[in-house]
């Protein structure tokens, strides 16, 4: 079983109350208040040491990170920004540590304007939950149903950056020095997409960060939509650090691995000229790779070819 078929057994129930207008499943849960011009946008993410990030990993960092993850669940909602919780469990108190922890956190929730509102502190292994509240216009939240056969597939920015920036890590790719330090500043410093999740309002009719890996990531939305699609690796949006890298590691990081905090979207043919109007706004550039097709499941081409990658995503109950 993996940990989506665990959520599934053990946890997924019907919504008792009507405020709840979707639960377990997406990237955030909509709560919407009787009354309220707004809906709540409610997410949590959890970063362990060892697992999310290495022993030892700079404050800084892992403050910056705990928060972007959670970011880029509401960019994947569309929401606006609100407010966060912060759940921190410590084997120590380290002042300076706890510094540069502290100096990433307020640095990313600085620049999308969240609020830091309350949490829970206790020693115990390193590992940080944060929960993020965004809000939506009522009906206006981006979800994982509404891709249809004969909408296009997008995705912002660039694939398989992080994925490169572990591989350099940890030792098992040698990149040209001037490709290193970016490709490090994705894996430590993803960039939420919180901006282009709202301007795609009204524009995508799905859309899902992209946190486990396109496969794993679109996947869920060909789930949730009850469709497939057929994507063009060609079309993939790789860097020049991505093509140096190409010939030792192919396809798969930028398919497979995660950690690209990504937004991946579908939009309907009629709306690619809204999509059109909006992307000079984005530096990040909004990337067509393929198209939603009838019946199930997710074709990978490479020209004639069909490419099956080694691994489907990350799973933390995989095996
Ligand atoms: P994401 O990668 O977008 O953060 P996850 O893959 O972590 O989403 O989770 C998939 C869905 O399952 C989300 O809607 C999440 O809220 C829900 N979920 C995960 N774990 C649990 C749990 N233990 N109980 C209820 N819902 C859960
Ligand atoms: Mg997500």
């Not at 030792?171 to 020095?177: E, R, T």
Request: glycine residues 12%; aromatic residues 8%; hydrophobic residues 45%.
């Amino acid at each position: 079983m993996d940990e989506f078929g665990l959520i599934e057994q053990y946890f997924r129930r019907p919504a008792r109350r009507s405020e709840v207008v979707l639960g377990v499943g997406d990237d955030a849960a909509l709560v919407a208040l009787r009354g309220a011009q707004r809906t709540l946008a409610v997410t949590t993410d959890t970063l362990i040491e060892g697992v999310h990030f290495a022993a030892g990993a700079p404050g800084f960092d892992v403050g910056y990170k705990a928060l972007a993850v959670n970011v880029s669940d509401l960019a994947a909602m569309g929401a606006r920004p609100l407010a966060f919780l912060l759940n921190l469990s410590l084997p120590r108190i380290d002042p300076m540590w706890l510094a540069g922890f502290r100096d990433g956190l307020f640095t990313l929730a600085d620049a999308v304007s969240l609020d830091l509102i309350g949490g829970d502190t206790v020693r115990g292994p390193l590992a940080i939950t944060i929960t993020a509240l965004g809000t939506t216009a009522p009906g206006g939240a981006l979800t994982r149903t509404g891709a249809r056969a004969g909408d296009r597939v997008y995705v912002s920015g660039l694939l398989g950056e992080a994925a490169l920036g572990l591989l350099a890590r940890s030792g098992h790719l040698s990149l040209p020095s001037e490709f290193q330090a970016p490709v490090l500043a994705r894996l430590d410093r993803p960039l939420p997409r919180i901006e282009e999740g709202q301007a795609l309002v009204g524009i995508a009719s799905s859309a899902i960060d992209v946190s486990d890996g396109l496969v794993a990531d679109l996947g869920h939305v060909l789930k949730a939509s009850g469709v497939g699609a057929e994507i063009d690796l060609r079309r993939l949006p790789l860097s020049r650090a991505y093509d140096a890298a190409f010939a030792t590691v192919g396809y798969d990081p930028a398919l497979v691995f995660g950690d690209d905090y990504e937004l991946c979207f579908t939009v309907p043919p009629e709306r690619t000229p809204a999509l059109a109007g909006i992307a000079p706004r984005f530096a990040c550039g909004f990337h067509y790779i393929g198209d939603i097709v009838a019946g199930r499941g997710l074709v990978l081409r490479n020209g004639q070819d069909i490419y099956a990658p080694a691994r489907s995503g990350y799973n933390h109950f995989d095996g």
